[in-house]
């Protein structure tokens, strides 16, 4: 009896699943011949057949006819340049259509007809509910208001106390709550120093994480309708496409808060659960750091000063992405910067503006590379120069000449140390003869988070720890006063710190001066090595040597040094 029971669930089940595959093929076939059927019609009617399967449907099209009334006429226009607007109907005859058409004519858009079959219009009529939520995020303001963020900036003394407004703001059905929710989370990374914010989709929600001194920490979670929303209020205020959505895309707004404006740099790239977005805070007073406050040891910043001074030259920082290069090259060009000086740099992006200092911006697609930049900026008869990156062979090239040429040149490489500045160059095609004519001084920098001064707790130096240190300490400079009481602090934290331990962050720098042994051996295409072992006796601390005295001295620990410095 068990048996023949089961033998009829599995017919059963094999004959809704032949029953399906039948429906589906049916379905299939039913498509293809009102496809074919629409082809034929738009032949005999003298208009253009489109499938809208494979077409990106633009909202700003879709929404010059209501939903209720483009499903009434079987009408959707799909893409929208100017006045000009793409329309798909079923069917030219129909009054409603006739009426729509007349319509879009009478508000000055100029119509171009296209026949299209229901299932390419219900792909369209899919994108109503986009545009509904698109109102919902316009509702109110329409920009963030600045009194908001300064409040929500006012009122954010730690990480923790982020949370529960956000969370409050979330919870609220008010009709601006999208706004206000922008307004909190810039508010509070303006107030907390986050240099950038992130916005995660996952699968069941979406992240958000502020980089407070270079390390993302996790602030709360959003639910995935309110980060859809929170993600078009973003592109809208910064001018991104909100139908465009696997594709990367790039924009900008700024925050004025009137005693001080911020410039906020928005990525957005297509990842697995939805979209994830960037908000890089620009912020004026990171690149108001004068060459004294960065960081650099006293023999290295005399060294750098020295080097400022004449009027020609190159002057070269390294380091990976996020070294603090930017900020370094910022305050050579604020120590040039005099009356009588003029200043052009080529970037990419321009990130902070400088009064008195012509700035440019690389844009590819207008042939504006850094290499043509530069050669525009030569005939603008220049003193000073200031290259965002050396990346090719023709850039290299002409930055070497201009140096050669009388004028001062301030760029960066990517390279891990000073040292391999030299065989960077080389690498590109540049004459290891005409670098070491054009070099000045090759630096290389990391950033360490700062110890915060109100918890950072003294420890005894664990004895692996001290034969690290004591390592490092053996090949110091003689010229380098070493602290004679060996002190180790760790990090504890507190309110004070966000419970992070760290507050703020310095640079570790080491400076190669092109001086007559320098320069002998680079004319030979020498190694890092090589180069490294003949500046030794320079007396400048590598940076393995610069972030142990930083140690000692209590401003950084050991573990945050060797985060961002090999010490073996």
């Not at 026949?115 to 109110?140: F, V």
Request: glycine share 6%; with cysteine; hydrophobic share 40%.
């Amino acid at each position: 009896m068990h048996n023949s029971s089961g033998k009829v669930l599995q017919w059963r089940s094999m004959v809704i699943f032949y029953d399906e595959k039948k429906q589906r093929e049916f379905d299939e076939l039913k498509q293809q011949e009102e496809e074919e059927l629409i082809k034929f019609l738009a032949q005999k009617h003298g208009l253009p057949y489109v499938s809208l399967a494979t077409i990106s449907i633009e909202n700003d099209a879709l929404r010059l006819i209501p939903e209720e009334k483009a499903r009434a006429s079987k009408i959707a226009p799909f893409a929208i340049n100017g006045k000009k607007v793409s329309t798909a109907i079923f069917t030219p005859n129909t009054a409603e259509v006739q009426k729509a058409l007349k319509e879009l004519r009478e508000a000055g858009y100029q119509v171009e007809l296209y026949m299209a079959s229901t299932k390419s219009l219900q792909k369209a009529w899919g994108h109503y509910p986009e545009i509904t939520r698109e109102e919902e995020i316009y509702a109110g303001t329409v920009d963030v208001s600045v009194n908001a963020v300064r409040e929500a900036a006012e009122n954010t003394k730690h990480l923790r106390a982020v949370v529960p407004e956000i969370n409050a703001v979330i919870a609220s059905k008010t009709q601006n709550r999208i706004s206000r929710i922008v307004e909190v989370v810039l508010g509070a990374a303006i107030a907390l120093d986050a240099s950038d914010v992130h916005i995660e989709p996952e699968e069941k929600h979406a992240r958000l994480r502020f980089r407070l001194d270079g390390i993302l920490q996790d602030v709360t979670f959003f639910d995935m309708a309110t980060y859809g929303m929170t993600n078009s209020r973003i592109k809208i205020l910064s001018r991104l496409k909100l139908n465009l959505k696997n594709q990367a895309q790039d924009g900008r707004f700024s925050v004025d808060l009137g005693y001080t404006k911020f410039e906020v740099r928005v990525s957005v790239i297509p990842g697995s659960y939805g979209e994830s977005v960037v908000l890089r805070l620009l912020d004026p007073k990171s690149i108001s750091a004068s060459l004294e406050d960065l960081g650099m040891h006293t023999i290295l910043l005399a060294a750098v000063k020295k080097e400022i001074a004449k009027p020609n030259g190159m002057i070269l920082t390294t380091g990976p992405t996020g070294s603090g290069k930017t900020t370094t090259l910022y305050a050579f060009l604020r120590k040039v910067h005099v009356p009588g000086v003029k200043i052009i740099t080529i970037e990419d992006p321009v990130e902070y503006h400088l009064e008195g200092i012509t700035q440019t911006q690389v844009d590819t697609e207008k042939q504006y590379t850094f290499a043509n930049g530069l050669r525009s900026a030569m005939r603008q008869d220049p003193d000073v120069i200031m290259i965002g990156e050396i990346r090719d062979e023709e850039t290299a090239g002409i930055a070497i000449n201009a140096s050669l040429t009388g004028h001062l040149v301030f760029s960066t490489l990517h390279t891990n140390n000073a040292a391999g500045s030299f065989p960077r160059l080389i690498d590109l095609g540049v004459d290891p003869k005409t670098i070491a004519s054009a070099i000045t001084i090759a630096m290389a920098q990391r950033l360490v988070r700062k110890l915060c001064q109100v918890c950072k707790e003294e420890r005894p130096i664990p004895e692996a720890d001290q034969k690290r240190i004591g390592s490092v300490l053996k090949t110091m400079p003689k010229a380098v006063s070493i602290p004679q009481e060996k002190k180790y602090w760790i990090a504890k934290g507190c309110d004070k710190c966000n419970n992070i331990g760290y507050t703020g962050r310095t640079g570790v720098f080491e400076g190669i001066l092109v001086d007559r042994e320098i320069e002998k051996i680079a004319r030979e295409n020498p190694s890092e090595r090589e180069i490294a072992a003949t500046a030794a006796s320079q007396g400048i601390p590598t940076m393995q040597q610069d972030g142990v005295l930083k140690v000692l001295m209590g401003i950084t620990s050991l573990q945050e040094l060797e985060r961002v410095v090999n010490l073996e």
